[in-house]
């Protein structure tokens, strides 16, 4: 990212901190996002300096209640003024075990907070390189776009580049018991096609294959987004038919 910028750059307006690793002082907590904010803003996004609350220090042991008990502190601030939480930056211990996935849990099918997790070792030996790694992620998870193709940008693209297109992608993962899997996703700006939106849906067991892909009555994977139009959804219906056949 070195003299580079993000294609589009996504905003944060609204964001807080939470430190769950114990070695981790408020002050190094701070200093850590102070150096990720600013990066974020020199590689292109919109992201406010100041917190909405101060850095929190919270035990891992209570997790749940803790991620909890911090979202309503925040939303008593937010809620007034018509606002919602756009980012939750976490502070976690170098060896978290099960800790991870479950604040990657709670946070996005209980509360609905997006969020980044760093880990304490990165807090006490900050490079420019993982902060540059992490705006990337946090951009893409604020709405904005890192790349894009100079060809398709150019409308040199084979087959694609002159005529409004989506391209739909899917892949099967095996992740452990309990897990979630992989399903379609869709582009959807043209002709970029950079961004895509995405489903996710339960599998077979060790099978590679995604169940009732081309089902009639499971179309609803390629028609539950909103890039789809209600000509399209027919236009699809009729491939998948023919797809089966």
């Not at 589009?8 to 307006?13: C, K, M, Q």
């Not at 309990?178 to 060790?206: F, N």
Request: charged letters at 20%.
């Amino acid at each position: 990212m070195w003299c580079k910028k993000m294609v589009n750059g996504g905003v944060v307006n609204t964001w807080a901190c939470i430190n769950f690793a114990w070695e981790v002082t408020d002050a190094h907590a701070l200093n850590f996002c102070d150096e990720l904010v600013l990066m974020c803003n020199v590689s292109g996004m919109d992201f406010r300096p100041e917190p909405v609350l101060p850095v929190a220090a919270y035990d891992p042991k209570s997790v749940a209640r803790s991620l909890k008990k911090h979202h309503k502190r925040v939303m008593n601030i937010l809620g007034p003024r018509r606002q919602k939480l756009d980012l939750l930056i976490l502070i976690l211990p170098d060896n978290n075990g099960t800790l991870y996935g479950d604040i990657k849990r709670i946070l996005e099918t209980d509360i609905g907070v997006v969020s980044q997790c760093c880990l304490a070792k990165h807090v006490f030996m900050p490079k420019k390189q993982y902060f540059a790694n992490v705006a990337l992620k946090i951009n893409v998870k604020a709405g904005g776009r890192n790349t894009v193709l100079v060809s398709a940008l150019e409308r040199k693209l084979p087959r694609i580049g002159k005529i409004p297109t989506i391209i739909f992608g899917a892949d099967v993962s095996h992740p452990h018991p309990g897990e979630g899997c992989s399903s379609p996703s869709a582009s959807q700006d043209w002709p970029e096609i950079t961004k895509y939106a995405g489903l996710v849906s339960p599998q077979t067991h060790r099978e590679e294959v995604i169940n009732n892909l081309f089902n009639e009555e499971t179309a609803h994977f390629f028609q539950e987004g909103n890039w789809m139009h209600t000509w399209e959804n027919h236009i699809l219906q009729g491939w998948c038919q023919q797809w089966t056949a």
